[in-house]
T-cell receptor, first 113, second 113 residues
C-alpha cells in the first residue's frame, strides 16, 4: 500500500538553530501534503497545507516565517523550523493522500535544548 | 468548539473484553469519516473509512458504524488485545468536498492483561 516516509524520526537541536523535516510519498504522487504538530496527550493540530509548486497555506496562528514549507516535487515536502526554541519541541507529522485515503508519516520528534 | 467530539476521553479494559468508542461530528454536509489508530510516538494508521451511504464496515476485530442522520459514528473493538492499547482518532473532512481533515481529540485505550 501507499507509504509516507518521514525523516528524521527524532532530532535534538540547540535553541536558535534550524531543523528540516522531510516527508516523502513512496509510491504515489502527492500534489497536496499536510503538516501537523502534536503535543503529548493532545490531538493532531493541522499547521499547514503544502501544495506542490506553489505556496503553502498556513492555519491561523501558525507563523509562516518560522515554519517554512517547501513542496518542490510530487513526492517530497519539507518543513523547516527556523530559529527553533524549546517551545517548538513537539511531535511533527505529515500526511499525504491517494484516492480516498490519507496516509500519515511516522512522525518526527523534535527536542530543542 | 471542535467539530468532531470523541468519547470517552480514555478507557481501560481487560484483555479479551469488547469496547465501543464514540464519535459525534457537526461537519455538514458530510462526505466521509475515518477512524485511525495511533500508537504512542507513531503516526496514525487507517482502520476504516466510511462514506455517507455506509452504515457499518469491519476490519478484522474493528467494526465501525455510522448514522449520518444523527451524525454519530462508533468504533467497536472485539476481543481486545494488549496491542490495541493506543489512541483512536475520528477524522472528517473540514467540509464537504474538502480534503483538509478535522480531527477529534481521540480516545486513549489501555488494555490490561
Amino acid at each position: 500500500g501507499a507509504v509516507v516516509s518521514q525523516h528524521p524520526s527524532w532530532v535534538i537541536c540547540k535553541s536558535g538553530t534550524s531543523v528540516k523535516i522531510e516527508c516523502r510519498s513512496l509510491d504515489f504522487q502527492a500534489t497536496t501534503m499536510f503538516w501537523y504538530r502534536q503535543f503529548p496527550k493532545q490531538s493532531l493540530m493541522l499547521m499547514a497545507t503544502s501544495n506542490e509548486g506553489s505556496k503553502a497555506t498556513y492555519e491561523q496562528g501558525v507563523e509562516k516565517d518560522k515554519f517554512l514549507i517547501n513542496h518542490a516535487s510530487l513526492t517530497l515536502s519539507t518543513l523547516t523550523v527556523t530559529s527553533a526554541h524549546p517551545e517548538d519541541s513537539s511531535f511533527y507529522i505529515c500526511s499525504g493522500g491517494s484516492g480516498n485515503t490519507i496516509y500519515f508519516g511516522e512522525g518526527s520528534w523534535l527536542t530543542v535544548v | 468548539k471542535n467539530q468532531v467530539e470523541q468519547s470517552p476521553q480514555s478507557l481501560i479494559i481487560l484483555e479479551g473484553k469488547n469496547c465501543t468508542l464514540q464519535c459525534n461530528y457537526t461537519v455538514s454536509p458530510f462526505s466521509n469519516l475515518r477512524w485511525y489508530k495511533q500508537d504512542t510516538g507513531r503516526g496514525p494508521v487507517s482502520l476504516t473509512i466510511m462514506t455517507f451511504s455506509e452504515n457499518t464496515k469491519s476490519n478484522g476485530r474493528y467494526t465501525a458504524t455510522l448514522d449520518a442522520d444523527t451524525k454519530q459514528s462508533s468504533l467497536h473493538i472485539t476481543a481486545s488485545q494488549l496491542s490495541d492499547s493506543a489512541s483512536y482518532i475520528c477524522v472528517v473532512p473540514r467540509r464537504r468536498g474538502s480534503y483538509i481533515p478535522t480531527f477529534g481529540r481521540g480516545t486513549s485505550l489501555i488494555v490490561h492483561p
